[in-house]
DNA sequence: TTGTACGCGTTATCAA
DNA sequence: TTGATAACGCGTACAA
């Protein structure tokens, strides 16, 4: 590989003025700077991004922390902020957590050892108190996360209303026995919180109670899904319709549906979330609440790529619309 | 960040010397290896790896090439090349080609500027000789792809095989007018070559014709799956069973197929590839081929950390065994 | 407008 | 065993 070195001596032009053509410098006469470009041109000279990293200068790298790449969700942000990343030319790091906080703090420790230069959380595990030290070393941003401190941007949907819009879409449909099943916890200021607040306004609307042995927590996979579905015919008194945090436990209940003979929507209407790609692939084909996940990913690379520049960023709260896809299981 | 200056301020002992602990030199007294220790401790020093790589010694980082993340074979083997390569302590880059030939070329080029350290190509557009260049810039592998050429390690899955077993697996079944659907090209020396063949060795054995209005080519995605299901209903002499080239395709053919009121398997068997977890999701379930993706995206991975250090790898070829899941599409 | 000299944080060479 | 010094490739005060 050519170095500037070298660009200088087929020139014979000092190596500043070289590095002002590079960097478009405009005090530089038309006559150099020619010259200059012509011999970069004849050495296929490109920049060292090492070397200009070391200096300061350069921002090629955004690192993006995900629970898992094989939640088709989580592919998906991957995919669209990685295609807009390209547009910039800057490289996306994939860091999965495995919902570890040490991994997430190891992964946050890169920004500072300048590995990075900017960090996509949409994961979070730690306290925000561990993660704000980290706004010192470069730019850090929720996304598809919320925790309001005024200090970190936040791109994410609204998940109070899409819960919301969910309960009442089950309630129109003349359901009112409603379960709920959950990726986080029940609880005032947890995981999922403005899920579980966008369900109790929904009910408390219509004077429907939430019952406790209704609701499951922690629940993530098609395995769990399975599980929750059987659970739910052991019991004396059941739901008619059961409102789930992800389309992969929606589909496992369709799993043991089947197997228990239990027809969906009939015995039990089953509602998903995320509108992934085997909603339409159960029997039946899921309810679900689609999130645009595209738009998602390409906002949170255009905000990163803005906080390279800018010190303060002028919005800190990007909220995207969700809305109901309406199949075959409500 | 601390820098080794501030070590060597701290310690009172020379750069070369503080150097020299950090890297486990043996020639250095016990003693001042113990105070070097100490002020490293005490100033949470870590060695800057921008300027470590600038020196060129250093390897962090590992470019992966794929078409698409979110396909879910690839974001599993993503899964499980990134939790090999963080053992130790090796960022795995994303690089989604989309099979274009310039983006792969543009990819392959951050080798050459010592951007990546080596690169794993899951995907594979040029022609070997645009790619062997830069196996001068540093160590370049297949994986899940088959180009022989004697220059680059082959991390793969015996594909031939695969198809063998099959189509082996519907002629015991019973059937004996089989389709296939394939994502690559049905020519001697295209993609999915291997398949092709293990296809018509199978076929051979029992004196079976492939008829060319049955065979599919380039046929990748759920609405692909889909369209050749209705094609395949419109003719009047139609196969009882069909090989497809993957999980989505044939879970597309099961939409279909409940749109039509084909019955599978009686009026025609469906044989997925991949054993994604799609796969069980469909209805009926899909009898498949299993990918040990995991074994493979590992083993890429170990290879890859190997060739950061050996010149000349002594194995260049690494075949994993490939095995059928029968469920109930067959 | 142009060029010289220095620094970014390491590691390697060489002489002591 | 130790330490002074050069070098990796680039950008930028500063002086001219």
Known sequence: MAT???????SGISKSTVSRVINNHPSVSEEKRRKVLQAMEELAYTPNPTARRMRGT??????LIIPNVTNPFFSYLIHHIEQRLSEHSIRLI??????????????????????????????????????????????????????????????R???????????????????????????????????????????RRAMEEEGLPIRPEWVFVDQHTIADGREVMRRLWQMDDRPDAIFTGSDEVAAGMTLSARELSIRIPEDIAVLGFDDQPLA???????????????EMGRLAADVMIRLFTEDKPQNMNYELPISIVERQST
Chains 1, 2 share one sequence.
């Not at 959380?121 to 919320?146: D, Q, T």
């Not at 692939?281 to 595209?294: G, R, W």
């Open 58 to 63: 350069l921002k090629s790298s955004v690192g």
């Open 94 to 155: 994939i860091m999965q957590s495995s919902e570890s906080r040490e991994k997430e703090l190891e992964f946050l420790d890169l920004l500072k050892q300048k590995q990075v230069d900017g960090i996509i959380l949409a994961a979070v595990e730690n306290e925000m108190e561990a993660i704000l030290p980290y706004l010192e070393y470069g730019p850090v941003m929720l996304c598809n996360e919320y925790v309001q401190t005024g200090e970190i941007p936040i791109v």
């Open 4 to 10: 500037i070195s070298d660009v200088v001596k087929k």
């Open 157 to 199: 949907l609204d998940q109070e209303r899409a819960a919301y819009i969910g309960v009442r879409h089950l309630i129109e449909k003349g359901y009112r026995r409603i379960a709920y099943c959950t990726g986080g916890l029940f609880a005032e200021d947890g995981k999922d919180k403005d899920r579980n607040n966008g369900l």
């Open 280 to 294: 339409e692939l159960t029997y039946p084909q899921l309810t679900t609440i689609h999130q645009p996940i595209d």
